[in-house]
């Protein structure tokens, strides 16, 4: 069974200490104390096996292989916030609880992610994004909402 405890081992593939991506994972899985075996990729080489696990989670043949990618028994998950946030909901007796069960904080704590996560690789993501969170984070309505409300 999948991640049903402490003990349960899961592999977690990164590209060594310099992947910012890779690194929440991998804080996540440090934070909550969840024992794993670490591999670390080096991407400007990727090993041939690596290459086909990640093939077989995104079938898409333009798909670069990519870090972190993690392994919890049947399950097979890619993308830092999505690792972070399965471990987090997967082990919650292990280590403090991360994310917020409340949906709406929820929401704010995806739309940072997404925002940190578009400040180097989509630019046009960032500035809208960026918007979206100063509203958030520092509860400034847009003017059309305000408009609306009335």
Request: proline share 9%; hydrophobic share 35%.
């Amino acid at each position: 069974m999948a991640g049903k405890g402490p003990i349960a081992a899961v592999q977690f593939y990164d590209a060594s200490d310099s992947c910012p991506f890779a690194a929440k994972a991998w804080l996540t899985l440090l934070e909550k104390g969840i024992k794993f075996q670490r591999h670390t990729i080096d991407l400007k080489d990727k090993p041939k096996y690596f290459s086909d696990l990640y093939a077989s989670i995104n079938p898409d043949p333009t798909a670069r292989a990519k870090v972190p990618l993690l392994i919890d028994g049947d399950e097979r998950i890619v993308e830092s916030n999505l690792v972070a946030e399965y471990l987090d909901n997967t082990f919650p007796e292990s280590g403090p609880k991360l994310f917020p069960t409340d949906p709406l904080k929820l929401f704010k704590v995806r739309c940072v992610g997404l925002w940190r996560c578009s400040l180097t690789s989509f630019p046009p993501v960032y500035s809208s994004c960026s918007k979206l969170i100063q509203r958030l984070l520092l509860r400034r309505p847009s003017k059309r909402l305000t408009r609306a409300s009335r």
